[in-house]
Structure formats: structure tokens, C-alpha cells
């Protein structure tokens, strides 16, 4: 594979962007090799400046649902752009969004548009803690959030990926208002809860993981920590930035059939631009300036451009026929080749997936359920697996602490030749 350019664009951003890249996984830290440089994307494939295609399960980390530049959303996205970008001012398509969210996913009576999933997370952190008028709040090891302060305290993704899943730069203070439990440990949250009565605002997780790979929650677990949140007056919030309109038209909330208090989204909500949102309970809602005393705000919240191409992207996940069906089944062929890889190589891993989002664990355990299961994966042996994959065109996500995501654009041939291209990969690494 021919990376000239790459490697020539590569050095150039070394030079004026901290580490080449305006967010860390993108620099292939820890896999190694140079990063191809994206020159333009179509359907399940993108293609880097030196011409080379790859079968893409990165989808910009989970927005591109539809594939990327669906035409619908190209279209409504220059209809759009023609109009004005940014107003400052109210308009009416934020209605619009926010009557699409309430009407799939039931348990938002109202909601607030933000930029990103960080600014999505800050803000109800900040507003179940106005609301409640306490300080703490728990999060889960492995789970990430976003890079809010708050929420790097044994952080995943690439916080995980680069070693820093506390980063320096976040005060002490900020740290001991942080609480972590295990994932699919109750008792972990329960003791918390003893330990700190009164004093919780929020517990949040992302339902079923991505950041630290795909893990699913045990039913005991999610439903045990909304009785926990019911009992002591805490605000429970499903981080739902990348499980939200993936894994069903209600989420993951739909999925398990709990009801959160709050919810975040971000990512499919932007189609591709950049957005976060946040909701839930009307009398939770209702503390937010200016109509009540939780201050949250930002100049380009709502932008016309992210609402059409979210609306849009939105109204053809609602419309079109079967899509999730046909997602699932997509994403059910792909894990049946890996399966069946792993059994015929007899080659020691372990695939979670839940609808189109999976993760292939490179691991001796029977199965991953826990954070502490994640971290007995071997990730040199990862990321040799991905350094071939890439060299035959199979573009993952670049750690071993990622989902992995399909679209409603990949077709049976991406997943056979994704499959034959991780057999071939995984032969060579026996
Ligand atoms: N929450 C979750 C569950 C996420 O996956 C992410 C991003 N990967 C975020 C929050 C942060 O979103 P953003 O990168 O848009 O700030």
C-alpha cells in the first residue's frame, strides 16, 4: 500500500497541530504506522489521498449510519447552506429536531441542542447537580464521556488508549467529586451509595458500551441502578452518544427497556456535523435557563446546517423499510465470519456485539464483561491484527478499545471480503 502523501501530510501537521491531529486516536498512537489522510468518502467507503480505498468500520467513530455522504443529507446540507449558516437566533427546524427526538425516544419529554457529546454530558452533569443540589457523581471505569473534566477519572476510549484515563490538568477537587464503580458490579454502586448518602447527583454510563469495546449490561446490573437512583433521589443518565439511534430508533434505553432520566446524544443526531443534544424529564428540563436557574448555552447551538443534516438523517432512519432489521442482519454476517474464523483457526478471542456496533476482543477468556476482562486483552497482538486489516483495505477503529461500526451502506461483498481479509490476518498471527 501506497502512503507517500499520507506520510508527507503526517509530517506537515506534526508541525502545527499537537501530535499531527485534532484528536488523539486519529494520530495511530497505539497501533502504529502512519494514519492515512482522508481526502473524501462514499457509502461504506473511504478513500485517502494517496487513492487507496478502505472498507470502513470507523464511520467517523459512529455519525455515519446512512454511509457516508448520503445524498439526501449532501442535499439538504447545501439546500441549507445557501440560506444563511448561523443565525444567532431561533428557527424553526430546532422544533423540528426536538419533536423528532421526543417522538423516538419516549422517555424525552424535553431536549436541548449542544455542539458536541462532551458539551452533551458536561451540561446534564450540570444540571442533575443544580437539580438535586449535590455534588457527586459516578461514573463507570471504561466508560468515556467526553473530555469534560469531570469525566476523566478512569476514562476509556482514547484516555484508555494513551494511558491517561486521569489526565493531568484536572484539579483535585474536580477528581474527588468523581466516584467510579465497576461495570455490571452492583454491589460496587451500592456501596457508593451507602458510603455517600445524600450526596449523588447523577449516575451515569453509557448503557451498553463502546469505549472500552462493546460490553453488555446484565439485566440485574441496569435495572439495579435504576432502583438505586429511584430510592435516593439520584438523576440516572444514559450516555447515549453513540448507542442513540444506532442500536434501534430508541436506543439503547429501547433495547433494555429501562427508562433514564436524562439522556445524550450526539454523533447520528449531526449526520456528520457537529452536535450533542440532551433531555429527559420535563421537571429536570425545566431547571435550565432561561427558564430556570441552570445556566447552559452556545453560539452556534442548533445550527441550521447540523440541524438538516441530523433531520434528515433522522426522518430516512424512521422512513426507510426495515433499515435496522437490514442493519442487523448485515452486522449478524459479519460476526458469523469472524466466529467462524476464530473456531476453524482455533485463535483465542472473544466478539461482542450488539446490533451494527461489535467489537473483536483479542483475548484467552471465555467472555468480556467487565472492564477488568477488557484489560486482559492482548493489544500488541491487536494491533498487528489491525495493521493487516488496513494493509488489505479494512479500515478499523485504531485501538482495541472501540466499537466497530456497520452501516446501512455495507454490503454483503464488504463483509465478505472483510471476513476473508480477517482470516488471512489472523492465520498469519497463529
Ligand atoms: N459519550 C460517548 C458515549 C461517546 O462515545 C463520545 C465520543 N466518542 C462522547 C460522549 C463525546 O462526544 P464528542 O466526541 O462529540 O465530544
Not at 491487536?382 to 466497530?404: C, K, T, V
Request: some cysteine; proline content about 4%.
Amino acid at each position: 500500500m501506497n502512503l507517500t502523501k499520507s506520510i508527507a501530510a503526517f509530517q506537515e501537521a506534526q508541525k502545527h497541530i499537537p501530535g499531527g491531529v485534532n484528536s488523539p486516536v486519529r494520530s495511530f498512537g497505539s497501533v502504529g504506522g502512519n494514519p492515512p489522510f482522508i481526502a473524501k468518502a462514499e457509502g461504506s467507503k473511504v478513500t485517502d489521498i494517496d487513492g487507496n480505498e478502505y472498507i470502513d468500520y470507523v464511520g467517523s467513530w459512529g455519525p455515519m449510519i446512512l454511509g457516508h455522504a448520503h445524498p439526501q443529507v449532501v442535499e439538504a446540507i447545501q439546500q441549507t447552506a445557501a440560506l444563511g449558516a448561523s443565525f444567532g437566533a431561533p428557527t424553526e427546524t430546532e422544533t423540528e429536531m426536538a419533536q423528532l427526538i421526543k417522538k423516538l425516544v419516549p422517555s424525552i419529554d424535553m431536549v436541548r441542542m449542544v455542539n458536541s457529546g462532551t458539551e452533551a454530558t458536561m451540561s446534564a452533569l450540570r444540571l442533575a447537580r443544580g437539580y438535586t443540589g449535590r455534588n457527586l457523581v459516578v461514573k463507570f471505569e471504561g466508560c468515556y464521556h467526553g473530555h469534560n473534566d469531570s469525566f476523566l477519572i478512569q476514562a476509556g476510549s482514547g484516555a484508555l488508549t494513551f494511558g491517561t484515563p486521569n489526565t493531568p490538568g484536572v484539579t483535585e477537587g474536580t477528581a474527588r467529586d468523581t466516584l467510579s464503580a465497576q461495570f455490571n458490579d452492583l454491589v460496587s454502586v451500592e456501596r457508593l451509595f451507602e458510603k455517600y448518602k445524600n450526596q449523588i447527583a447523577a449516575v451515569i454510563l453509557e448503557p451498553i458500551t463502546g469505549n472500552m469495546g462493546v460490553i453488555i449490561p446484565e439485566k440485574e446490573f441496569i435495572t439495579g441502578l435504576r432502583k438505586l437512583c429511584d430510592e435516593n433521589n439520584t438523576v440516572l443518565i444514559f450516555d447515549e452518544v453513540m448507542t442513540g439511534f444506532r442500536l434501534g430508533k430508541g436506543g439503547a434505553q429501547e433495547l433494555l427497556g429501562i427508562t433514564p432520566d436524562l439522556t445524550t446524544f450526539g454523533k447520528i443526531i449531526g449526520g456528520g456535523l457537529p452536535v450533542g443534544a440532551y433531555g429527559g424529564k420535563q421537571k429536570i428540563m425545566d431547571s435550565l435557563a432561561p427558564k430556570g436557574p441552570v445556566y447552559q448555552a452556545g453560539t452556534l447551538s442548533g445550527n441550521p446546517l447540523a440541524m438538516a443534516a441530523g433531520i434528515t438523517t433522522l426522518k430516512l432512519l424512521n422512513e426507510m423499510t426495515r433499515f435496522y432489521d437490514k442493519l442487523e442482519e448485515t452486522a449478524a454476517l459479519l460476526e458469523e465470519g469472524l466466529q467462524n474464523n476464530l473456531n476453524e483457526l482455533q485463535f483465542n478471542g472473544v466478539i461482542n456485539r450488539v446490533g451494527s456496533m461489535f467489537t473483536l476482543f483479542f483475548t484467552d477468556e471465555k467472555s468480556v464483561k467487565s472492564f477488568a476482562d477488557v484489560k486482559k486483552c492482548n493489544t500488541a497482538l491487536f494491533a498487528e491484527y489491525f495493521r493487516m486489516s488496513l494493509e488489505s483495505g479494512i479500515y478499523l477503529a485504531p485501538s482495541q478499545y472501540e466499537a466497530g461500526f456497520v452501516s446501512g451502506a455495507h454490503t454483503k461483498e464488504d463483509i465478505q471480503k472483510t471476513v476473508e481479509a480477517s482470516y488471512m490476518a489472523m492465520k498469519k498471527l497463529k
